[in-house]
T-cell receptor, first 106, second 113 residues
């Protein structure tokens, strides 16, 4: 069983809408959590990194939250654009989730 | 431009034919790593290297070898590829430290028939 679980597996939204992706982890509690964006045919690129003491971190239209007590993180995308279509991967303590495939339609 | 390069990008081979996937980074990073990415499983670490001549097994090292003779290069070697090694492979590099950001290469799609 993967120690980092992401949901949903895939998501389709209309351009301009918001969405939230989830990440739950079961590994050791004191580490960093990172979100990556992976465009089709390319390697993952870091979006945000959060330490266990941080609750929220933003990077433009991307906002990540972390609840170290419940071992949950979320990535919220505001005012989605077609270029947001990609897989979003959560990493905790060098363990990667399977990713959420986001498709933004016009 | 700071980057991680991998070659080849695509490879189709037959069972048992030795192959090497090259990885090179120009950021003077000490840490380098190889991952495989399979549907539904996420990225899994094959091998990593903390510095020149220092390599260690990741979570799925069976059937793979690596070497780190120079800081910039970290080739992945499959001595006798098998169909279960059909996958998408990524090389990554970073500075040392727990908060290090890993920079990934563009990936190598390998098919073993």
């Amino acid at each position: 069983k993967n120690q980092v679980e992401q949901s949903p597996q895939s998501l389709i939204i209309l351009e301009g809408k918001n969405c939230t992706l989830q990440c739950n982890y079961t590994v050791s509690p004191f580490s960093n959590l990172r979100w990556y964006k992976q465009d089709t045919g390319r390697g993952p690129v870091s979006l945000t990194i959060m330490t266990f003491s941080e609750n929220t971190k933003s990077n433009g239209r991307y906002t990540a939250t972390l609840d170290a007590d419940t071992k949950q993180s979320s990535l919220h995308i505001t005012a989605s654009q077609l270029s947001d279509s990609a897989s979003y991967i959560c990493e905790y303590d060098m363990r990667f989730g399977a990713g959420t495939r986001l498709t933004v339609k016009p | 431009e700071a980057q991680v390069t991998q070659n080849p990008r695509y490879l189709i081979t037959v069972t048992g034919k030795k192959l090497t996937v090259t990885c090179s980074q120009n950021m003077n990073h000490e840490y380098m790593s190889w991952y495989r990415q399979d549907p539904g499983l996420g990225l899994r670490q094959i091998y990593y290297s903390m510095n020149v001549e220092v390599t260690d097994k990741g979570d799925v090292p069976e059937g793979y070898k690596v070497s780190r003779k120079e800081k910039r290069n970290f080739p992945l070697i499959l001595e006798s590829p098998s169909p279960n090694q059909t996958s998408l492979y990524f090389c990554a590099s970073s500075l040392p430290g727990s908060s290090r950001e890993q920079y990934f290469g563009p990936g190598t799609r390998l098919t073993v028939t």
